[in-house]
């Protein structure tokens, strides 16, 4: 037990006998502990209270007023945090009367310090005791003193949102454009992040707007990223530069468009903000990619509204279509295409490495066949490259092939043109020249893979012809072979061609279909027919078998429907990103058009 617990204990017990009212005073305001550091003095223990009789008492008494706890705190330290006006006075006097009078010595005890660097002006300020800042002020209290963390009076009343201790301390003369803390900021950067519009109405007239923090952050710029409005409109209103711009160029309007602060955006544009200002020192970020990466709708829907197109299609540019696609924004990239940007956008290669919207959405696919994003940008008729064929075709997953062979229309060889795409006439975006070369040469390029596209593209119109190339004669499974020969004449092959598969029946790789050793039947020939002159485009994908005058029950065998199809049987694949990696290592272009 301590010495002061026996002691007390020692009292307790004899206390009743005493029966001087002076003396069980003294000994109630006796502490036994104030040799101790971890325990608060006798008047700092009352000050705290608020007590003023027992303050006066204890100083009477002769107890300290300077005496200080571990934390550095003494009397007054105390009573200015409790807002005790009184216990304020008596400890000043006190103090002032220990030093004979002097107003130096006051003005040394009011201007101590805590541990942490805090005088009792600022604990007061701290906590919004207008009385108590207004009676240290009085006793020449430093208005300016800078705590161990950079914080002062002003400061604290401004981050505890205390209106009326501010404006007494402006009056004063406090120092308003002063950096605070590690960042730097100034009472107005705080006064907005607390979202104190009264106190950034009195600090907007007299503080510098502009001011910034160590990120060249201005106050108005914490306005629009934490969505304080009102702020916003009391800083723009003052003055402030509604266009400036931080360290990394962001400016408030790109801030106010990623954090989604629609009403924030729209006081912006209403009032100048520029959006085509590049945001970034990387590429030309614009507040409308803030936008579309982060999802806001109603933002972006505003943004696009007054945004340069140049950012869609120039060179240079990034379109906001990547940023959509990157954070798997599917209704931003729904938007964008709905509003005219085009699936296509442009090659960034050189920027971010990226060749077209539909490759990089194509590339961030992991656990489904296809994004949502992917869905939509072959639905707007983006274009295929080759990479783009190899994701359909170089897998036994038929889920992307057959929904781009939904929104594309394959067009008979002699209606291909170099041209852009165009829309067919039930909505389908026609492939162009290119991209049905890109198709055959990976599709030759991944025979492997036949029994699982070549159905598909047969189904959809593509002319069977264009396959009968050396390569895929050579490297075709026995059932895709004969799958592909049902479609032909095949007594009519090419001699390089029928030299192929004579040596492939020979080394018994291939086992034709009996019916090959003839020549095909009459009604072969005349399906034949009938897909030339119609072609196998409208033949496939149309119903213009029932419009003709033939009997029904042939409807489905002029569409080649009786040919069963071949089964893929191989092993499961390597995952995709292995097989895009061999195909360009081991591609060979093949011209077939």
């Known amino acids: 037990m301590l010495w002061s617990d026996v ?24 502490d036994f502990t104030e040799c101790y550091g971890h ?99 009085e006793a020449h209290s430093n208005i300016n003193q800078l705590t161990n963390d950079l914080s002062c009076p002003l400061y604290a009343a401004v981050d505890g949102g205390h209106k009326e201790v501010v404006e007494l301390l402006v009056g004063k003369g406090a120092e308003v454009n002063r950096t605070h803390t590690a960042s730097c900021w100034t009472c107005l950067h705080q006064a907005v992040y607390k979202g104190h519009s009264e106190i950034v109405r009195i600090l ?17 710029f914490v306005a629009a990223q934490y969505g304080r409005q009102e702020c916003l409109e009391i800083l723009v209103n003052a003055g402030a530069d509604v266009s400036t711009q931080a360290a990394d160029l962001a400016t408030p309007l790109l801030i106010a468009s990623q954090e989604g602060h629609q009403v924030c955006v729209d006081f912006l544009l209403d009032h100048g903000a520029d959006p085509n200002i590049a945001c970034s020192h990387e590429w030309p970020q614009l507040p409308i990619h803030a936008a579309a ?42 938007m964008l295409l709905r509003e005219g940007f085009s699936p296509d956008a442009q090659d960034c290669t050189h920027i971010l490495g990226i060749r077209s919207p539909l490759s990089f959405a194509l590339s961030r696919t992991s656990s489904k066949p296809y994004s949502e994003s992917v869905v939509l940008l072959v639905a707007a008729g983006a274009s295929l ?45 026609v492939l162009k020249l290119l991209e049905v070369r890109e198709l055959l040469c990976v599709a030759l390029n991944q025979v492997h893979f036949a029994a699982c596209w ?12 264009l396959l009968l190339q050396p390569h895929m004669l050579e490297q075709a499974d026995s059932g895709v072979l004969n799958y592909l020969l049902e479609f032909v004449n095949w007594s009519i092959l090419s001699p390089p061609l029928k030299h192929i598969l004579d040596r492939r029946r020979a080394e018994e ?15 072969h020939m005349c399906r034949l027919r009938v897909r030339l002159v119609l072609g196998p485009d409208l033949l496939m994908r ?52």
């Open 7 to 30: 002691t007390k204990q020692r009292l307790t017990t004899w206390l009743p006998a005493v029966t001087d009212p002076a003396a069980v005073d003294f000994l109630q305001d006796m």
């Open 39 to 137: 325990s608060v003095s006798s008047v700092a223990a009352a000050a705290r209270s608020g007590c003023r009789k027992r303050v006066r008492r204890l100083i009477k008494r002769g107890f300290s007023v300077d005496c200080r706890d571990n934390r550095g705190w003494n009397a007054l330290h105390e009573a200015a945090a409790a807002g005790s006006t009184e216990c304020v006075q008596d400890i000043l006097a006190a103090a002032g009367g220990k030093k004979a009078g002097s107003s130096r010595g006051c003005s040394a005890y009011v201007n101590s310090l805590t541990h942490e660097g805090e005088s009792a002006c600022y604990l007061a300020a701290q906590r919004g005791h207008l009385e108590v800042v207004q009676l240290l002020l």
């Open 204 to 220: 907007a007239d007299v503080c510098n707007l502009e001011a910034v923090d160590d990120h060249k952050i201005s106050s108005l």
């Open 293 to 334: 990466e982060f999802g806001h709708i109603s933002v972006l829907r505003r943004l696009i509204a007054v945004t340069d197109r140049a950012c869609d299609r120039g060179d240079g540019m990034v379109s906001p279509l990547y940023v959509a696609i990157h954070s798997h924004q599917s209704k931003s990239v729904e």
């Open 385 to 429: 490259s080759e990479e783009d064929w190899v994701y359909a075709l170089a897998t036994d997953e038929t889920d992307l092939l057959q929904l781009i062979l939904k929104h594309r229309w394959i067009p008979r060889p002699e209606t291909l043109t170099r041209g852009c795409s165009v829309p067919h006439q039930d909505g389908q975006t």
């Open 454 to 465: 070549l159905p598909l593209l047969l189904k959809a119109g593509l002319e069977p012809t």
């Open 509 to 523: 790789t291939w086992e034709p279909c009996p019916h090959f050793d003839s020549v095909p039947c009459l009604s």
């Open 542 to 593: 149309t119903d213009v078998v029932q419009q003709l005058p033939v009997p029904s029950l042939l409807h489905n065998f002029l569409r080649f429907g009786d040919i069963p199809e071949a089964s893929y049987t191989h092993s499961p694949p390597s995952p995709l990103s292995n097989r895009l990696q061999r195909c360009r290592s081991t591609h060979k272009h093949r011209h077939v058009l």
